[in-house]
């Protein structure tokens, strides 16, 4: 017998085939299972995990329900008998975010994170879009993450992170009661151009030489004294006035209570002048002009006047609001005039501070001290410093072991508005960097320990990584040269400003690169670093140490000493003029016209031609000339004159000669004779 709905032989060749068969086959769910003897039907079992997986087929349903479900919910009916009804739960679409708060290093999983964008589709747009090649763990500079933001439509805000305990720590050093707030003195700082006498001024002040110690009369540093008048103090800063220090000059005006611009009376104005004018007016401080040099011939303190008032400088005698004092260094006429101003602006600016507080104030300078390790000339600017107390600087801490005033003497304590040397600290503090006494020395390495992190951090955030791309365009500008250094100086600040001096040098075909800088004298690791980097030494008031200058000598590297900045700027530049391409120049010899071609079988076309203008030399280019077109640029293979051989033939002869590798010439052509000089070229920056 034949099953309804199956054709008769196909059934009977399929369980002929299936009687022969040994093993029984069985499947759950009530599929028929073949035996040798006859078909039965095993009854429903419950199925495998397994089978489960496999036989459910889900289709969506609408489903009602008496209590309110969330958002996204669908439900789904199993199809299979004794199915039951189940639930699954996708969540509801999350609405776009308009603004992020980051925090730095961003890498790119951070990226995609925030914004719900898959990394890969960031790291595609950044390659096809910026052309910068990162993973997903590349470290992205802030101006590329909001870029980003700005293309992806989300405000991202990069929020940087504070250091642990320090907020409350800040809130915590400060009292302002009343009755503990004292009068301070005011801080002084003289800024002018140049050689116009302000350290001159100073020393006539304080009754010190400072001015003979200095290299060209030039002040290499900023430094602080206080000097005392009619029972009143007044604390001066020396600022360095030329234009290579504008950082330290800047930063001498932010701490300023009173600016004096010394402008020489017979040198005036000077473009040095306007830019301490303008760091003054930024630190938005009163200014009293020092008009010094007045002894001088051709002395003139009205020009002066007249035009420091088309710089909105307006003397009170013409009804402006700033004092003019004439000074002279040598004479030391104006001195106590400029003194009792001075006393008289901080009356009115009523300064005050308070003793008690623990001490706060600003780093002038740092350096490596034989003897002493890491000395700091500090300003306190509220509050008493005593010998002993743990002090809290930027990245790094230590302990005031020993205090001493400007006049090298040891203090036991020292108050507000006093500059004085402290030492020692973990290592060296950045010039610039604000100092907190802290009671707790754990404290202070927690919070120096998070600034170190935070600063690799940001460091690490704005490093661009060199990629394949980057590297192939360099290569394919050709040429590009590169001088490599190693600097070292006494001073944090020297160190400053000579980098930048020397990196304001690079243009687009020399490079200058600052490979390493640090304070202190120069030691093997710098000579080793030079060695292995093909870069020179440049140190600035240090020494080479002696193992340092016989590895030196057996490296051939060369070290350079200098005790002036401008001589260590001038001389890499001069070096840099002689790495620049010579500039070329053409110069026309003199036009021949050919008036015979002449053909020999050995040599081919030979011209004969007269010199119409200047000369034309055997080694000499030359460029032959139709219808005032250039048709071949080449050499000569011969210049003779009847047979003879010659150097060059100048106008008004006649001459013959071969052109090299070329025989196309014809009767009428003009063959122009030509040099190309090289010039050497002179950097400008």
Not at 98 to 119: C, F, Y
Not at 369 to 397: K, M, P
């Amino acid at each position: 017998m034949v099953p309804t709905g199956c054709k008769g032989d196909s059934y009977e060749r399929r369980a002929q085939n299936k009687k022969k068969a040994e093993k029984t086959t069985s499947q759950a769910g009530g599929v028929k299972v073949i035996q040798p003897s006859k078909i039965v039907r095993i009854p429903k079992s419950a199925p495998t995990p397994h089978q489960q997986q496999r036989v459910v087929k889900m289709t969506p349903v609408k489903t009602y329900w008496k209590k309110k479900q969330p958002p996204g919910v669908v439900s789904f009916r199993k199809k299979e008998h004794g199915g039951e009804v189940v639930e699954s739960k996708k969540p509801a679409v999350k609405e776009k975010e308009t603004k992020v708060v980051m925090e730095p290093p961003i890498t790119v999983k951070d990226l995609s994170s925030k914004l719900g964008i898959r990394a890969n589709e960031i790291i595609t747009k950044l390659l096809l879009e910026h052309n910068v090649r990162s993973t997903i763990n590349q470290i992205l500079s802030e101006e590329i993450v909001q870029l980003l933001g700005i293309e992806y439509g989300v405000e991202i805000e990069i929020r940087k992170k504070e250091a642990v305990g320090e907020r409350d720590f800040m809130a915590e050093q400060v009292s302002t009661k009343a009755e503990d707030m004292v009068h301070r003195a005011p801080i002084v700082t003289f800024l002018g151009h140049v050689d116009h006498g302000k350290t001159s001024l100073l020393d006539s002040i304080r009754q010190t030489n400072v001015a003979a110690g200095e290299v060209g009369g030039i002040t290499q540093h900023i430094g602080a004294y206080k000097v005392e008048m009619h029972g009143k103090h007044v604390v001066f800063l020396d600022t360095p006035g030329h234009e290579a220090f504008t950082a330290m000059r800047a930063r001498g005006a932010n701490i300023t209570d009173v600016v004096v611009l010394v402008v020489a009376a017979d040198d005036g104005v000077m473009p040095q002048t306007e830019e301490a004018l303008n760091h003054a007016k930024a630190a938005n401080v009163p200014i009293v002009v020092a008009v010094n040099k007045i002894d001088k011939p051709g002395a003139n303190s009205l020009r002066v006047k007249q035009q420091l008032a088309s710089l909105d400088l307006i003397p009170e005698e013409w009804g402006g609001k700033t004092q003019f004092v004439e000074t002279s260094a040598v004479t030391k006429k104006g001195i106590d005039t400029l003194l009792e101003r001075l006393l008289l602006e901080s009356e009115i600016l009523e300064l005050k501070a308070n003793p008690k507080n623990p001490a706060r104030g600003v780093v002038l300078e740092a350096r490596l001290s034989e003897g002493r390790g890491v000395v700091a000339n500090v300003l306190i600017q509220e509050g008493t410093l005593h010998e002993g107390d743990i002090i809290l600087c930027g990245r790094t801490f230590g302990r005031a072991r020993l205090v001493t005033n400007e006049r090298g003497l040891e203090v036991q304590e020292a108050g507000p508005s006093t500059p004085v040397s402290v030492s020692d600290f973990s290592e060296v503090p950045e010039a610039g960097d604000k100092f907190y006494v802290v009671s707790d020395i754990q404290r202070a390495r927690e919070i120096a320990q998070e600034r170190q992190k935070k600063e690799r951090e940001t460091s690490l955030a704005k490093h661009q990584h060199v990629t394949l791309d980057s590297l192939y365009s360099k290569i394919a500008e050709g040429n590009v040269k590169e001088i490599k250094i190693i600097l070292k100086a006494d001073y944090k600040g020297s160190v400053e400003v000579l980098k930048k001096a020397l990196e304001e040098l690079s243009t687009p075909e020399i490079k200058v690169r600052i490979l390493h800088c640090g304070v202190g004298g120069i030691t093997e690791s710098d000579v080793l670093l030079a060695d292995a980097s093909d870069a020179i030494v440049i140190g600035f008031y240090v020494t080479t140490e002696d193992k340092a200058r016989i590895l030196a000598e057996e490296k051939g590297v060369e070290i350079r000493l200098y005790k002036i900045i401008y001589d260590a700027t001038n001389e890499i530049k001069a070096a840099m003029e002689g790495m620049l391409e010579p500039e070329s120049k053409e110069v026309v010899l003199g036009q021949v016209e050919i008036r015979q071609v002449y053909n020999i079988s050995k040599f081919g076309n030979v011209a004969g031609c007269y010199v119409k203008t200047g000369k034309i030399t055997r080694n000499a280019s030359i460029r032959l000339i139709r219808d005032n077109i250039i048709i071949y640029d080449g050499k000569l293979e011969s210049l003779k004159v009847v047979k003879d051989d010659v150097r060059e033939v100048r106008a008004g002869f006649e001459c013959g000669l071969k052109i090299a590798n070329y025989d196309d010439i014809k009767v009428g052509d003009v063959v122009e004779a030509y040099e190309v000089q090289k010039i050497a070229r002179v950097l400008t920056v």
